[in-house]
Each structure stands twice: as C-alpha cells, then as structure tokens.
C-alpha cells in the first residue's frame, strides 16, 4: 500500500513571518494528522523557522531546490547538507520553473537527484509536458525522456526512497487542472517506464503526485485515481483552509 502524499510548494512565496503564521495554522489542525503524509516546502529563508515550527508534528520538511555539490564555489546555491541540518527530509527538484527559467535539463536534474539521495534527502522528482508537446501526441514520449533521464543510474533502493510529481506545464498556475483521466493515463505510463527500468514491484511501489492546479474542489476526485498517490500544491497551499482540506482528500 503506498501512502499518500501531499506536499505544498510555496515557491518565492512567504516572508519568514507570514510562513510562521501559515505553518502554525496547519499545525493546529494537522500535527497528529498521520493517515497522510504532509510536507511543506518554503523558501530557504523560511526553513529554519518552519523546521523548529513543525519538530515534534506529523508535518514533514522539505525544500525546492538544491545544487548537486557537497560544498564549494557555487555563489547563491544550497547543498543537500545545509538542508539536513534544517531537518529537511524532502527536496523539489526539476519542477518545471526551474527547466524554463534556470536551464535545468534531466542531466542536471539527474546528478541532484543523485545528490539528495546520497544525503538522505528524499527527492521529489517532476516531470510534465507542456502545452504544445500534449497537442504534437508528445506526451508519451517527452515523459519516457524526462523519467528515465531524470532517474538514470537510481538503485531500486533509491528509487524506492523518491517521489515522482507528474506536473503538466499548461496546468500550473493557470486554472486548467488535468482531468482525473487525463493524470491517471500519465501516471500509469510513469509505472510502465518505472517496470521497464527496475521492475514491477518497484513501479507499483514508488509514490507519484499530481500536481497543477489542484484545488479543494477536485482533489479528491484526482487523489482517488488507482495510481495518483496525492498532490504536489502551488498555489492552494499558501491558503491554510485551502491545504488542509486538500490534505483531508487525499484520506
Ligand atoms: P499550482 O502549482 O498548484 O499553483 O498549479 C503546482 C506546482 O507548480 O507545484
């Protein structure tokens, strides 16, 4: 049985203030919430704050990014020890804003996943297709590239240990969530690529998220897809209402 995950990607969202405010509103309603498993996601700034915020609670760490060095000469990047020390246990990588404004590819994509692993981070991993690649009959192919690109040269061990979003680019952040069909028919060719590369078992034990516009309102409908295992959030999850009850679908 996989358990559910929900995570909220605040992306540049949120002085240190106003994710105190946010993360105290969840903890009240969700600390001893365990049949979910809940992660928050807030900029680096805020993850020392939001990590003594959440020690003791059900509610999981995480971070949005991070460079795939140990340490060194890399001005304005994070590594994977500096977010262990804030108790991170989760990290963003590859989400779709980073491929489109940072240039990040499945290659760069691939040595971060390494390095969070090798750091005992579990990394969230997305894939999705935009717009025009859906309407070329691409999404298939574009998907097969990003998952094994972006896992490649993963143990069964590790893969075990990550998480997979599925994010098409045309619905994040603008409204049009995929339909519950629509993300199940990708979410079972993510199994299918995960059974090729290790095997069954794996596939169908490894988490996959949907995430794009996920909203109170259809989130129950898309977490109860046979191989949806919850949401990666953006925007709902600024709003603690909001988060919660989407947190609440996915029971
Ligand atoms: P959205 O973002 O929920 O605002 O569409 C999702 C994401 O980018 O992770």
Redesign the pocket.
């Known amino acids: 049985m996989r358990k559910k995950i929900v995570a909220g ?1 605040w ?1 540049m969202n949120m002085t240190t203030a106003e994710a105190a405010a946010l993360v105290n509103t969840l903890k009240a309603d969700l600390a001893n919430f365990r049949e979910v498993e809940v992660v928050v996601c807030p900029p680096f700034t805020a993850l020392s704050t939001v990590s003594e915020l959440v020690h003791n609670t059900h509610i999981d760490l995480g971070a949005q990014n991070m460079h795939w060095e140990k340490n060194g000469a890399f001005t304005g990047e994070i590594c994977a020890s500096m977010l262990r020390e804030l108790y991170c246990h989760y990290v963003i990588l590859g ?3 980073r491929r489109q404004y940072f240039g990040e590819t499945d290659a760069i994509v691939n040595r971060k996943t390494k390095a969070a692993l090798a750091a005992s981070l579990h990394p969230i991993v997305c894939v999705g297709e935009t717009l025009q690649e859906r309407e070329a009959g691409k999404v298939e192919e574009v998907i097969t590239t990003q998952v094994k690109g972006s896992l490649a040269g993963l143990s069964a061990k590790e893969v075990l240990e990550s998480v997979i979003a599925y ?1 098409p680019v045309w ?4 409204g049009k969530t995929a339909t519950s069909d629509q993300a199940q028919e990708v979410h079972a060719l993510i199994r299918n690529v995960l059974t090729g590369m290790f095997d069954a078992t794996v596939a169908q034990s490894v988490r996959i998220q949907y ?4 909203k109170p309102a259809n989130a129950k409908e898309l977490f109860s897809m046979p191989d949806i295992d919850g949401g ?5 999850a600024l709003d603690a209402k909001s988060f919660i009850d989407i947190v609440r679908a996915a029971v």
């Open positions: 990607n992306k989400h779709s804003e994010e619905a994040i952040g603008t995430g794009g516009s996920v990666l959030i953006g925007g709902a």
